[in-house]
Every structure is written in structure tokens, then in C-alpha cells.
């Protein structure tokens, strides 16, 4: 049967818009969990963990302060006090100076202001060089704008690392923003600080704004690699972004929490944009990511710590049935080719395996054309569950050689 014709037809950018890669596995599961079946759910990056206690307080205290009364509106920029925070964390961590009212901005999350950042600077037609396999979220935005794309690759031969010589000259002449997204989602890659120098140096050349996403930088799974910031290379913080969330690092997903930092003139136009659009987040939040960025950092260790015990259950579970997967140096992800079984269809792969064991993953389609034939598998599952279900794919009728 034919799907209705919508009575009130959207725009365009949004009827073209193809459905994101996660609402289809989402479909998957909630449709297993209406059947009543055991759902292992490795699709989506959603940690299991909770947030710091102090920064659970500092919420608490925030929203029962009477003198602060967070319940009104926040401020356009965000908070002083999470400014400063901001540059404290870049100070700490990476010995990157920032000026907290010009160059940092808080976010309702980091998704939103990559969206919006965007909506900023790109207009119809615009070329967008983006990573492939990428942060799917990376096409929804450019879609949006009704950008072009250009996916530029990362392989496993070169690390998952750019060849940016590779980029056609036409493409690097029109193009408006080049994203990069070190430690990778979905790959696990890493990169050293040279890797910046050389994408700036490109860059430079063509015009180009910079856009870094490090939400992964706090999870290294090698305890010998400390992932850098783009903005340690000198002179970057006044012609870079970068974003950055506490998502994944502090157990924040859902509070919905990051923020941006460097180009003070980018910044001030992505905070112009915003202030048409929303205002700001909540104070009490607010207030809590000040305190998870001021305080006690160990939650970041313990988290680094658990995804590596997780990896390393997984891939001895799957290596052990055949599976050829290379361990991860960082993020809360396995990335992989299917086994080759099953060719480059991801999409297949997925669905056998979670209709014979419950397992569910994300298909390698879904973050761009350089991730078919790939899946993703998460760790944010809890450690029994984990290895319920790699009990299940031990005792499953698949073919996992490859």
C-alpha cells in the first residue's frame, strides 16, 4: 500500500532528507522489544553509567538556590562561571590559553551547535568535506543547509587518517568547511597533533574553516596515547572550532551538554545565530558542567578503564569465532568489515545476526559511503548483559569468518 500523501508537505531540505541511520535501529529494537524478545542493544553510543556525584550535587544544589533562581531565563552565550570552566578544562588539559567571553561557548549539546554552526556558514550549494565513515549527524546537518558533500576518505590502511592531497582542487576551491573527528566515530582512529598541522595547512590554503569535533578525546583505550586538541597547533585559536561534549566522558548524554571553543569571530557568529534560535541551557546544568569540568576528572579514567575491559570481551568472543576485527585505540566503539560471508551488505549481516542471537549494531552504510560493508558495535552495554550476548553470538548458526 502506497504511503499517504502528506496533507501539509514539508520543505524540501527536509522531504530529501534520507531517515537517520539510528531511528532505523532503533525501529529494529523497539519493534524485537514489543515481541517481548531480549534485545542486546550495541547500536547506539549511549553510556550506562552515571554522572559524578558532585556534579549530580552541584545540579541539585543549583536548582534549590534561591539566590541563583536558575529557573528563569539563562543568558544568550551561556554562564560566566561555565565560560571560565571551559577555559580551565582547555588550560588543564591541553595548555591551550582561551579567553573565556570571546572564544568559548556553551551548547545544548554538541550535535546542536555542529548543526547550527552550519546554518552559520553554509549556504545552498556550498561544498562540506566530511569524513567517511563519519558521525552520521555530520550529513543530517549539510543536508539541511542543502549543501554538497564531498566524503573524504578514511581507510584502514591509512589508520582512518585523511589524505587531504586526495581532495579534488575543485572541490577543496568551493568548499566552505572541512570536518575532522579525532578519536573517530565510528572507527576508533586516532591521530597525532601533525595531522592538524597538515589539515590547517590545507586549510589555509583554499580558504576554509576548520571544524574539530574531540567528544571522544577523554576516552583513549591505549593508556600510551593522550589524544590532542586541534587547537595546540600555534596560532590555531584564532582560525579553528572545535566541539567538544560530556556526553560520553562525564556519563551526560542525556543532560545534553557541550560546548564550543577557538575563532572568537566564529564563535560570536554561532552565538549570533543561536540567540535567534534558543537560550541557552538550563542554569542548574549549567552549573553542573562547571563542576564536571572543574572538579575530580577520574570519572574520564574509570570510564577509558571500562570500555577497555568491554573491547577487550568483545573482540575475544568474535576473534575467537573467526571474526577479523582490529582492537580500537580509543572511542566506546569495535569497528569492523562483516564477515565475508556476507559481502559488503552491513544491512544483512545486522539483521541475521540480531534475529538469531538479539544483538543488535549499527550498520557501516549509515555513516557514509566508506563505511558499507562495516558494522559498529558499541560498549555501552553493562558488563552482564555484555556477556550474555556474547554468549548468545558463541551459540549462534553464523558464519563469522572474515
Known sequence: MA???????PADRVRNLPPYIFARVFALRDGALAQGRRVYDMGVGNPDGRPPAHVVQALVDAVGDPAANVHRYSTFDGSPALRRAIAHWYERRFGVALAPDAQTLPLIGSKEGLANLMRAYVNRGDVVIIPSPCYPAYFGAARLCEAEIHEMELSEARGYQPDFDAIPADVAGRAKLLLLNYPNNPTGGVCELGLYERALAFCDRHGILLVSDIAYSELSLDPAC????????????????????????????????????????????????????????????????????????????????????????????????????????????????VPRAYGDDDWAFVHDLFAKTGVLLSPGSGFGVYGKGCVRASLGLEESALRDAMAACAAADLDWRG
Open 3 to 9: 504511503a499517504p500523501v502528506p496533507r501539509f508537505l
Open 226 to 337: 593522550s589524544p590532542p586538541s586541534a587547537l595546540q597547533v600555534p596560532g590555531a585559536a584564532e582560525r579553528v572550532v572545535e566541539f567538544q561534549s560530556l556526553s560520553k566522558s562525564h556519563n551526560m548524554a542525556g543532560w545534553r551538554v557541550g560546548f564550543v571553543a577557538g575563532c572568537a569571530e566564529v564563535v560570536a557568529t554561532l552565538g549570533r545565530l543561536k540567540s535567534n534560535v534558543d537560550f541557552s541551557l538550563f542554569g542548574a546544568i549549567q552549573a553542573a558542567a562547571a563542576a564536571a569540568l572543574t572538579g575530580d576528572q577520574s570519572i574520564c579514567r574509570d570510564n577509558a578503564a571500562l570500555y577497555r575491559r568491554r573491547r577487550d570481551l568483545v573482540l575475544e568472543t568474535w576473534r575467537a569465532l573467526g571474526w577479523r576485527l582490529e582492537p580500537p585505540r580509543a572511542t566506546m566503539y569495535v569497528w569492523g568489515h
